[in-house]
Every structure is written in C-alpha cells, then in structure tokens.
C-alpha cells in the first residue's frame, strides 16, 4: 500500500505561482510512475502531468506546458509541482496518483494508477 499527501494548495493571483508536494508512505515511490490529475467543480479528473520512476521522462496536458513543471525526489519519497503563470481555469483541486505498471501512451490515464490521495485546492483568482 502507498499512502500518498499533498499539500501546497491555497488562493493565488492569476499570474502567481504555487508548488505543489505529493508526499508518499508506506512504499518508495522508486517503482512507481507518479502523475498529478485535476479535477474542476462539475468536471471530470484530467490529466495535469505525469513523470516515470526515474524522473528521465515528462508529460504534460497541453494547456499546461511551459507553465507546469513536474518533478521528483525519489531519496525523499516526494513528487512536486511547479505551476507558474497560473490562470483562473487551472483552479481545481490537484490529486496525485501512483501506478505501479504503466506504459508510454498510458501515463494519461486515470484508470492505470493504483493510489491516489486526497487532493489539495488550488484556487486562482482573477
């Protein structure tokens, strides 16, 4: 079992920035992929970002590249998340996932992660 928190949430100014941590336990996050997902009132969870097990390969939805970064630590058991230049519609609450077995062209897909945590509001007015 992985047991999995983030936090970093909060209310930001369009245009700020904010960071985001998914905190892991229980398991390392080494053999997992790791993927941030969002989910906007009334809307689906989408896809944000997703990252492998050994940090070497990004993806990104496209309405976030160039302004989400995500990364990993894996010493630290953490995953984090950039997001600059924030944009009132990237307002949602942000989960992260870990999938335990996953291949190149699945990373954006909700079904193929394991554990998910509880998600953290990110709010960004305008």
């Known amino acids: 079992q992985v047991q999995l928190v983030e936090s970093g949430g909060g209310l930001v100014q369009a245009g700020g920035s904010l960071r985001l941590s998914c905190a892991a336990s229980?398991?390392?996050?080494?053999?997992?992929?790791m993927g941030w997902f969002r989910q906007a009132p009334g809307k689906e969870r989408d896809f944000v970002a997703a990252i492998t097990r050994s940090g070497s390969t990004t993806y990104y939805a496209d309405s976030v590249k160039g302004r989400f970064t995500i990364s990993r630590d894996n010493a630290k058991n953490t995953v984090y998340l950039q997001m600059n230049s924030l944009k009132p519609e990237d307002t949602a609450v942000y989960y992260c996932g870990a999938a335990a077995a996953i291949y190149s062209g699945s990373y954006s897909m909700g079904n193929r992660y394991n554990y998910w945590g509880q998600g953290t509001q990110v709010t960004v007015s305008s």
């Open positions: 229980g398991r390392t996050i080494s053999t997992y992929a």
